[in-house]
């Protein structure tokens, strides 16, 4: 017994730093993704004492978490990423809280998340969903253990129950206080748990309310120093959330087919789609318990509403991964006689450890890959080799420039109806090169490939064994290609700047 304790405390030791490992490695080295840029912004913003709550940029947390870091570590690629991959090796450790369900197959759900190809990556983020997920397994593991006995709905009484309520609550207020999803889970929650209800005790009920609002208030006011936003109905961020993800729902402003999601989990995730599957047939059959089948709605759940919403972008798939991750590992018994529990472990990591380290290891900025969304391309880092003393002019729109102004130093904003060549570098879109052409004669120039992307959605069928063998596209790729100009005087104003150096 001693021993077989000692090898599973090796075991989940492993598993968590394998994730740590993935999460880890160059974290700092390829570009910044255009909305991690932006973030850095609002954390720029938030150090100056400039922040307000804007539904489009997500919930307060995200940037005061990030801001100790940006401020101890600077401006760089790995002091923004270095939270989300620490909360991404504690997300999977989290999972092992489930031994208490589903025993030593919370092993084999670790190890999915640990290396699930789409899930690694968005620990290697400078996101919020990856806190998403973290917040979401220990409310719902503390939701369990609070159901696990049964209770008086009337009965005041405070005990390790109450303990739980309140646990729950409080990382259902940190989820709420990182991003809008937020009230999807709890509408989706709160429908399933509905029947429960007279399995609490009102005053838990009562106390975990309290607890939730004081985490949700304490980051939408700013640390309780403006509370406009919480007396304000037309300002509260639930409300402000709705109208805005309503708004862009109806526009379709990121649209996409209704099998989105289900093809990038076919593509990254198909075998463990396939354990989920035959874990969902067997709770239609009845053979469920408690876990099983919370874990089972959730995956389904949230699996209809993202198909439903028109904003198909890869890290709400995470939503969808985590709960089927957990009834995956429901359907492998390593106990049971035969071959066919260890073949599908050991074909399931494969395959997942094979697409992570495709996106995350080898190539993370390939835009070849449906889990990566317009990946920012190398080009764009050279602008953090120009001199100090360099003045860049932008000639591209607010919405093309990011990445790029976060490797600058000293940039300003070109007008075309009146072209400047008081600069030493000048990066212009595709429209505002044809313009400029004629205005920067003896300057030299270079195409500088911003960011590409591929029409996956439309995908040509047969070279999709192409793309899983060598990560090709297997539909047609487009770029945002800039043209970099560089004055006469650039290549001395180099020199100098090396020789200072």
């Not at 995350?360 to 001199?387: C, G, H, I, R, S």
């Not at 069928?461 to 539909?475: D, G, H, T, V, Y």
Request: glycine share 4%; with cysteine; net charge neutral.
């Amino acid at each position: 017994m001693k021993n077989r304790n000692i090898f599973k405390l090796g075991l989940a030791v492993g598993i968590i730093l394998l994730a740590a490992v993935l999460r880890l490695y160059k974290l700092g080295d390829f570009p910044l993704f255009f909305d991690e840029s932006v973030h850095y912004v609002i954390v720029e913003q938030l150090i100056k004492g400039n922040y307000a709550y804007d539904p489009a940029y997500h919930a307060p947390l995200l940037y005061y978490s990030l801001a100790p870091f940006v401020s101890a570590l600077g401006k760089n690629e790995f002091a923004l990423r270095l939270l989300p991959a620490i909360l991404g090796v504690l997300f999977v450790a989290s999972i092992f809280l489930y031994k208490r369900y589903i025993e030593d197959k919370a092993y084999i759900a670790a190890l999915f998340v640990a290396i699930s190809p789409i899930i690694v990556n968005y620990s290697r983020f400078c996101r919020t969903d990856i806190y998403v997920l973290l917040f979401t397994s220990l409310a719902l593991y503390f939701i369990l253990r609070y159901f696990e006995k049964e209770k008086s709905f009337t009965e005041f009484k405070i005990d390790r129950d109450t303990g739980f309520a309140v646990a729950a609550a409080v990382f259902l207020g940190l989820f709420a206080s990182i991003k809008e999803t937020f009230y999807v889970f709890i509408a989706l929650l709160g429908l399933y748990l509905i029947f429960d209800i007279k399995k609490m005790r009102l005053s838990d009920l009562l106390i975990a309310c309290l607890s939730f609002f004081g985490v949700y208030v304490m980051f939408y006011t700013y640390f309780f120093s403006d509370f406009s936003v919480i007396t304000d109905f037309s300002n509260f961020p639930a409300v402000r959330a709705f109208e805005y993800w309503k708004g862009q729902h109806e526009i379709a402003r990121i649209a996409g087919p209704w099998y989105y999601h289900l093809e990038l989990l076919l593509l990254y995730d198909f075998p463990a789609l396939c354990l989920a599957g035959y874990t969902l047939y067997r709770v239609f059959r009845g053979d469920k318990d408690t876990f099983t089948a919370l874990f089972a709605y959730l995956f389904l759940a949230n699996l209809v509403f993202f198909s439903y919403m028109q904003e198909k972008v890869p890290w709400l798939a995470v939503h969808i991964e985590f709960p089927m991750f957990m009834i995956a590992a429901k359907a492998i018994d390593l106990k049971r006689e035969g071959w066919k529990d260890k073949v599908a472990l050991l074909v399931t990591v494969a395959f997942l450890l094979y697409g992570s380290a495709a996106i995350n290891v080898v190539n993370p900025v390939n835009y070849a890959e449906p889990a990566l969304y317009l990946p920012t391309q190398y080009d764009v880092k050279k602008a953090e080799k120009f001199p100090d003393e360099a003045m860049v002019c932008l000639y591209t729109t607010v919405a093309e420039y990011h990445p790029l102004v976060f490797y600058l130093k000293a940039w300003c904003m070109g007008d075309l109806n009146n072209p400047t060549t008081n600069a030493d570098v000048i990066i212009a879109n595709q429209t505002a090169s044809q313009k400029l052409e004629s205005y920067l004669t003896g300057w030299d120039r270079e195409k500088m490939v911003v960011r590409c992307w591929s029409f996956w959605t439309q995908p040509k069928i047969e070279k999709i064994p192409e793309f899983l063998a060598f990560r090709k596209p297997f539909a047609d790729v487009g770029c945002m290609n800039f043209t970099v100009y560089y004055s006469p005087d650039f290549e001395e104003l180099v020199e100098d700047d090396s020789k200072i150096t």
